[in-house]
Nanobody
Framework: QVQLVESGGGLVQAGGSLRLSCVAS????????AAWYRQAPGKQRESVAI???????NYADSVKGRFTISRDNARNTVYLQMNSLKPEDTAVYYC??????????????WGRGTQVTVSS
């Protein structure tokens, strides 16, 4: 059974930093593309950062220069380093991983979300 285990969320003051981690466990697979999403109360879930299998990345304009997405393929882990946090970054953050099984099949999995709260 595949499970995405997220960690690193919490409460920080504006200007602080957090590092989110998402580990794929329970299967012998590798990460294809990966992304972090977030959803604030009353708002649509939005893509924050994407990292492709090639290593290329894409960021939402609102987080460019502050957030960095990275991956450790050997550990089946994706990270989101968040610096210079603002109150408007407050949201539940979700990881989304495309996992490639040995048979070549790719399926997307969602984490259960981790709360990030930034106070003023």
């Amino acid at each position: 059974q595949v499970q995405l285990v997220e960690s690193g969320g919490g409460l920080v003051q504006a200007g602080g930093s957090l590092r989110l981690s998402c580990v794929a466990s329970g299967s012998d697979s590798s990460i294809n593309d990966a992304a972090w999403y977030r959803q604030a109360p009353g708002k649509q879930r939005e893509s924050v950062a994407i990292i492709y299998r090639s290593g290329g990345t894409n960021y939402a304009d609102s987080v460019k220069g502050r957030f960095t997405i990275s991956r450790d393929n050997a550990r089946n882990t994706v990270y989101l380093q968040m610096n210079s946090l603002k109150p408007e970054d407050t949201a539940v953050y979700y990881c989304n991983l495309g996992l490639r099984a040995r048979n070549g099949f790719i399926n997307n999995f969602w984490g259960r979300g981790t709360q990030v709260t930034v106070s003023s």
